[in-house]
């Protein structure tokens, strides 16, 4: 089975709705849909917070989308997001975090010697 949730995370991305502010999710649809990477509420079956703010006062926020296909675009828009101090990962369990963690280095070292061979 195929999770469907992202996480948000960056030194912009939404934090929680105290004060009267605007809910989590439509902080997040706002700050997403402004910076050209489209959601539509239709389209996210949860949103919440994760964890406790950080120094800067931000928090991690996970999306449960309704289908695979939304994560997809979601994932692939998220370049746009380049620059901005927002970022989309897919959720991963702590094992699968740390197995893509580990791999990571191992990647980027066969795509580093890759282009070094000029291929």
């Known amino acids: ?29 706002e700050a997403l849909n402004d910076r050209g ?23 991690r926020v ?9 994560k997809v675009r979601m994932m692939i828009n998220a370049k746009k997001l380049k620059g ?8 991963l369990t702590k094992r699968n975090a740390d197995i893509a963690r580990t791999a990571r280095p191992e990647e980027e070292e066969q795509n580093r010697s890759y282009l070094d061979q000029g291929l």
Do not use: W
């Not at 901005?84 to 959720?91: A, F, L, P, S």
């Open 1 to 29: 089975m195929h999770d469907d949730k992202l996480v948000v995370k960056g030194d912009s991305a939404p934090s929680t709705d105290r004060d009267g502010h605007d809910s989590v999710e439509t902080q997040v649809l």
């Open 37 to 59: 990477v489209d959601l539509k509420s239709e389209e996210i079956e949860i949103c919440h917070t994760l964890g406790k703010p950080s120094e800067s006062g931000f928090q």
């Open 62 to 70: 996970i999306i449960k989308l309704v289908s695979r296909k939304t």
């Open 84 to 91: 901005t101090g927002i970022y989309i990962n897919e959720h």
